[in-house]
């Protein structure tokens, strides 16, 4: 015991106080996030969408976040993302309140685009803040560290918000996400200052971690654009964000609609998620991020991943649905740090925004899909053939990460 207790403390140890504010202020807006996971289920009960409309909404997060995390890695590399940060917190949460006054098929979609548009701005400036904020050897903690609180946000939320849609309806879901998103940029502004520096980067020094690059070429290129492995490993990040996307989407409707959960439970099972990555993934990847290397963690945690949505075709008991969460939960907790410190890892101080951009791109983009996928194939052929199909898509999407971590090992040794 005393011995766990050690390695949860040092896990969190070393961190700058900045990391630790940044942490805080994503803790707030995120504990207001309770919307999402009941959006799919407001528009098919309470408006009347059918599961292609709900589909087609649904990938207009997607779209938006195309466009967010493109605008965002933009603004980032120019304004700052001190500046980036505070306006998409702003803003985003004026974007959630003006969701309460629209109820057609055509408003919601561009609601939608226009919540994620301006949401997603924040995820690059954030991610490059962590690497502004943090040093390189405890950049993937730092990362975790700022994900912890996404996901205790994201336990706290969706719990909360079952309640609250049971009790109240979901007007209040959407009241309460806009507020916190607003409360949380005055905080930003009042506690996290912006330490402007200015960006002088030798264009041969990059930022390169011996425990993430080992064995791996050393000439990166300036741009994400022509970094051939980045390309790929993007690629197949966006294969794996089609299977994960799916959580937000056709998962909380086949919980209400296959397995009888009521609003209540679907919340707090989703809460169960975020609770768990912020209890287990800091010292998690405390272990892990000495000791193996981050692409096969990355490869393992797709796998678990698309393990998901198979366990759901094996029985319709309820209690399978926790068993299936816990994969889910794993698979994120061993997969996203590292995916997104990997990204850090082969960028220079000058184009951080840009690689996580890009980074970001391959999950807005799968956000498109997913939705209108998930929804397609679930009204013609059924869950289990989603379940299965997804369960594929992952098995490619890790064997492509492998064949990416193998060539750029060949390409280091040549």
Not at 85 to 103: E, K, P, R, T, Y
Not at 306 to 326: F, N, P, Q, R
Request: charged share 15%; aromatic share 14%; glycine share 10%.
């Amino acid at each position: 015991m005393k011995k766990l207790i050690t390695l949860y403390k040092d896990s969190f140890s070393g961190l700058s106080r900045d990391i630790w504010l940044l942490t805080l202020v994503t803790l707030i807006n995120r504990s207001g996030t309770m919307v999402v996971p009941f959006i799919a289920i407001y528009l098919t009960e309470e408006l009347n969408f059918s599961y292609i409309q709900t589909g087609i909404v649904m990938s207009f997060f997607g779209v938006g976040s195309v466009v967010g995390s493109y605008i965002g890695g933009r603004l980032t590399d120019t304004i700052g993302h001190y500046r980036t940060m505070f306006w998409s917190l702003l803003l985003g949460g004026l974007a959630l309140l003006n969701l309460l006054f629209i109820n057609t098929f055509e408003m919601w979609c561009f609601g939608v685009f226009l919540v994620t548009a301006i949401g997603d701005c924040f995820r690059p400036a954030s991610m490059a803040a962590v690497g502004f904020y943090s040093k390189k050897e405890n950049r993937t903690r730092s990362l975790g560290l700022v994900r912890l609180a996404v996901n205790l946000g994201f336990g706290v939320g969706p719990a909360f918000g079952g309640i609250l849609a049971a009790s109240f309806g979901y007007d209040w879901l959407f009241i309460i996400d806009g507020v916190t998103c607003m409360l949380s940029a005055f905080m930003f502004l009042a506690i996290l200052k912006d330490k402007h520096r200015p960006q002088k980067v030798d264009k041969n020094s990059l930022i390169l971690d011996a425990d993430i690059n080992e064995n791996y070429e050393s000439n990166e290129p300036s741009s994400p654009y022509k970094d051939n492995w980045f390309l790929a490993f993007v690629f197949f990040c966006f294969l794996n964000s089609i299977v994960f996307m799916q959580f937000m989407g056709t998962l909380p409707v086949y919980y209400k609609e296959g397995l009888n959960f009521s609003d209540a439970e679907i919340g707090m099972l989703l809460a169960m998620n975020g609770l768990i990555i912020a209890l287990i993934e800091m010292p998690l990847i405390f272990v892990l991020e000495k000791r193996e290397n981050i692409l096969t963690m990355i490869a393992a945690g797709i796998f678990l991943t698309g393990m998901c949505y198979e366990l759901l075709t094996w029985t319709s008991w309820a209690g399978i649905a926790v068993i299936s969460m816990l994969c889910l939960t794993f698979g994120e907790i061993i997969n996203f740090p590292f995916a997104a410190s990997f990204s850090l890892s082969r960028a220079t101080e000058k184009n951080r925004g840009a690689y996580m951009g890009l980074y970001g791109l391959s999950f807005s983009v799968g956000h498109i899909v997913a939705p209108i996928l998930g929804m397609k194939v679930v009204e013609v052929y059924g869950y289990d053939t989603l379940w299965h199909g997804l369960g594929i898509l992952a098995l490619i999407s890790m064997s492509g990460v492998l064949f990416v971590q193998k060539g750029m090992t060949k390409v280091g040794k040549t």
